[in-house]
């Protein structure tokens, strides 16, 4: 593999190799290899300091954490993931897993391994996931008095906003596309300078690793034109991104969620999926909306949910199931969780989500009656009928939530679990008592 990587670097006149991963804040991070040494690094990995998994998404150090100041890991690159990066100059990139410094032996601190795991429970069960993750985000200009102005000025699906960004948009879907991933669509979102991309499903963690970069070249592609590129779940007033996480089990090529006949939406093992999700979510929500600007994001009324509940094609429901017609429900039918957003780690996310989903299906939690309405209009008595809680509010009700699921603890195993929890409250406790707007600016910039 390593003779394969050289050639595909000598043949692009590359001359680094970016080795990545992504730490518990959400942050893609890592290092640049010069060519002349690439063959060692790839047979062996390079140091990364373990204090990167104890930094918040504001970008502070939590002092005496689980992995503090002493102490390396290697990252060591997955070559499956190796490509010749279209939009940079001379440059390649490849992710990486986190190694112990001795050995070979995964690091308990790696967010990839332990949706590897998980990954690998679901394979072991004959429900093999297949998952695509939807990429939100917005296009801007800003001053250097930091004044930010979205590209175009229309929004709501306009015409005029595809017009206004097509030569931008083409060229993130051309170094998208020249590394292999699969874009379906794209379209301007509701708000002025949001739009989203649509990628193909794929198998077990390769979408994962996929939504990577494609924010890496969103993020490039528009720094090439001197443009702002950001993924921040609530980056302006009344703007929110999403990274809206599609998944369907497979058992070989049946499809473990299709209904038996059209006059379902769901098998029965996909409504005990979604029991599943229904029971985590408050727990769910600290891993896929990680930071204290998500929960700005996840408010009534904004096609986003804010409240815990699931319907067929209802986009103000957490769980979605999106409508197929009755020809394609064997192939097409799958769940769209909707509160997740881009600050979060990707790995940690679909390790949740697949974690909730399988011990609803152990358990049998059948998730009731789907609701066909927005659930904002719904009165308060309603709701309490129908068993509609609010999802959590704010951040540190999530964390809350997550230091007692037994569930997401033993997929993210404790030494994670516990790190993750660290930085998380630290988060929280900086932000206190402050406005939703606090720290806006840093996530924007961040993400």
């Known amino acids: 593999m390593s003779a394969a990587i050289r050639e595909q670097c000598d043949a692009a006149n590359v001359e680094f190799v970016r080795f990545l991963c992504v730490t518990s804040d959400g942050m893609i991070r890592g290092q640049a290899i010069h060519t002349d040494h690439l063959e060692e690094a790839l047979a062996e990995g390079i140091p990364f300091a373990k ?3 104890s930094f918040t998404a504001i970008g502070h150090r939590v002092k005496d954490a689980t992995f503090d100041a002493v102490g390396e890991v290697r990252l060591q690159p997955d070559p499956s993931t190796f490509r010749v990066l279209p939009h940079e100059d001379r440059t390649a990139a490849v992710l990486c897993k986190l190694r112990e410094r ?23 069960m004959g429900m093999s996931p297949k998952l695509a993750l ?116 497979w058992d070989g090529d049946e499809n473990v969620f299709a209904p038996p006949s059209s006059d379902a939406a769901l098998s029965q093992r996909g409504r005990w999926f979604v029991g599943g999700l229904l029971d985590h979510m408050p727990a769910l929500l600290a891993l896929t909306a990680p930071t204290v600007n998500s929960y700005a994001r996840l408010q009534p009324a904004k096609s986003v949910c804010a409240f815990n509940c699931w319907g067929i094609g209802n986009r103000e429901a957490a769980v979605r199931i999106p409508e197929v017609r009755p020809s394609n429900r064997d192939t097409r039918t799958r769940i769209e969780f909707r509160p997740a957003d881009n600050a979060a780690n990707p790995y940690l996310a679909v390790c949740g989500v697949l974690a909730a989903g399988i011990d609803g299906i152990e358990r049998q939690l059948d998730c009731g009656r789907s609701l066909e309405q927005d659930p904002g209009n719904l009165d308060l008595p309603a709701r309490r009928d129908r068993a509609i809680p609010r999802l959590p509010r704010s951040l540190g009700e999530a964390i809350r939530s997550l230091e007692t699921d037994a569930v997401l603890r033993e997929a993210l195993s404790d030494p994670l679990w516990e790190s993750y929890l660290e930085i998380k409250r630290n988060e929280w406790e900086a932000f206190l008592t402050h406005a939703e707007t606090w720290k806006r600016e840093t996530y924007r910039n961040r993400y």
């Open 51 to 53: 204090m990167t998994q």
């Open 102 to 124: 001795t050995g070979n032996s995964p690091w308990a601190g790696d967010p990839r391994a332990a949706v590897t795991r998980q990954l690998a429970n679901c394979d072991a």
């Open 134 to 249: 939807e990429q939100e985000f917005h296009l801007y200009t800003e001053t250097a008095a930091g004044t930010a102005t979205p590209l175009d000025t229309r929004g709501a699906y306009a015409s005029a906003s595809m017009r206004a960004s097509n030569g931008l948009i083409l060229d993130i879907v051309d170094a998208l596309t020249e590394q292999g991933i699969d874009i379906q669509k794209h379209h301007p979102e509701y708000t002025a300078g949001k739009h989203e991309i649509v990628v193909g499903h794929g198998d077990g963690r390769t979408p994962i690793d996929t939504a990577i970069f494609c924010r890496e070249t969103v993020a490039g592609v528009a720094e090439n034109a001197g443009v702002s590129a950001t993924f921040s779940p609530y980056p302006f007033d009344g703007a929110t991104n999403g990274c809206h996480i599609h998944c369907s089990l």
